[in-house]
């Protein structure tokens, strides 16, 4: 259970309410890169995909509660990059040995 894993200051806490609405991420733009720690090793070569992401929503419904405090939050703003790796890429099927994300 997460509540046994929690600092006893918080072992109450609850979400009383969790919706993060109905707006879409923004995704872009995607840039591709090698992937840094095989750029010597031809035969294990891979790619590095960075993606940006951002969520911006007005409609967020979340609301936390310990013991007698509530708190809540109606606005947030997410954004970073997403790096997506594939390595090592083969001459062969499947053409992708791992992902990494």
Known sequence: KIQDKLPFALKGLTF??????????????????????????????GLELHIEVELKTKNLDVELAIGAL?????????KGTLVVRLDPLLDHSPMLGGLVI
């Open 70 to 78: 509530t708190a809540g939050v109606k606005e947030c703003t997410i």
């Open 16 to 45: 009383k309410k969790f919706t993060l609405g109905k707006t879409t991420p923004s995704v872009g733009p995607i840039t591709i890169w090698d992937a840094p720690c095989l750029k010597d090793d031809i035969d294990h070569r």
